[in-house]
């Protein structure tokens, strides 16, 4: 695999992460080729932080070129920074997925740039739990509004061009909420429970050329506890995840590896947990 990679001028400095470092080597170049991954155009949500940085720096070790949107565009610009300094290719976009406009311009940035999209990861999410009694409505249609619309906006960008092109695959990121509910989750749990239900109707139509993938993560170690706003909920969280949270790149390996699998090999479902979550 070639070190030659597209470089990007970028003043930001890059910050600093706790997400997988990017790491190219000869040895890895026949693993790389096989994979399924070499080359593949992969747009991601959420992409500056957690879940969704961890999974930009391990395609792009593995000859991805990703184009990466979320809202904090000095982290994207980081981000990009690093990825283009290790020799691989990276573009990006400031992404609000609650505008149906920045899905489109996301899959459209990855078309122009590098030809085609192979791979769109909708993983833009949020989880401001608390009990209903608290009636935090603002907070419930900002999960409806990330969480649902966010997914149902991707699906609407990528499938014209995924049917066009006769290829495509669509990753996104469910939880293990949307497996079981429990008290103070109930909005929360039901977005995650409608993304399944999209998903899997989604993979149903689908048909024989595109796939369609849902990554369910239990307690992962990101930073979704800033959206907490109930302070007994958010200190019994941090204590849960100072415990026994798995770290953001658990979950990158199960979306890469759903990626890389052959054309014909549809991974319906990847449900990952720590191994201590009940």
Same mark, same amino acid.
């Given at each position: ?107 459209? $940035?990855?078309? +122009?740039?590098?030809? *085609? #999209?192979? &791979?769109?990861?909708?993983?833009? !999410? ?5 009990? %209903? ?68 109707? $989604?993979?149903? +139509?689908?048909?024989? *050329? #595109?796939? &369609?993938?849902?990554?369910?993560? !239990? ?5 979704? %506890? ?53």
């Amino acid at each position: 695999m070639s070190e030659s990679r597209l470089t990007f001028d970028f003043t930001a400095q890059p910050i600093a992460t706790k997400s997988l470092p990017l790491v190219r080597s000869p040895e890895l170049k026949d693993e790389n080729s096989m994979s399924g991954t070499e080359g593949k155009v992969v747009a991601i949500t959420g992409a500056s932080s957690g879940i969704g940085e961890a999974t930009a720096l391990l395609l792009a070790g593995r000859g991805a070129k990703v184009v990466l949107g979320a809202r904090r565009s000095d982290r994207l610009e980081a981000l990009a920074n690093r990825i283009a300094g290790a020799g691989g290719e990276a573009a990006y976009a400031c992404t609000d997925v609650r505008r149906r406009d920045d899905l489109s311009n996301l899959v459209k $940035l990855a078309c +122009e740039r590098y030809g *085609k #999209l192979d &791979v769109l990861v909708s993983n833009a !999410g949020i989880g401001p739990i608390s009990p %209903l009694d608290d009636l935090r409505v603002s907070e419930w249609e900002d999960m409806i509004d990330i969480n649902i619309k966010g997914v149902l906006y991707g699906i609407a960008a990528a499938l014209p061009g995924f049917r066009k092109q006769g290829f495509g695959h669509f990753v996104n990121t469910a939880s293990t909420a949307g497996l079981i509910t429990r008290p103070t989750m109930s909005v929360c749990s039901g977005t995650k429970f409608a993304v399944r239900a999209i998903s899997e109707g $989604l993979r149903q +139509e689908a048909g024989d *050329k #595109l796939r &369609v993938t849902i990554i369910s993560p !239990g307690f992962v170690q990101t930073d979704f %506890l800033e959206a907490v706003t109930n302070l007994e909920v958010r200190t019994q969280l941090a204590a849960s995840r100072d415990k026994f949270a798995i770290s953001p790149d658990a979950i990158a390996r199960a979306i890469v590896y759903a990626i890389e699998q052959p054309a014909d090999v549809d991974v319906g479902e990847i449900v990952i947990r720590p191994t201590a979550q009940g």
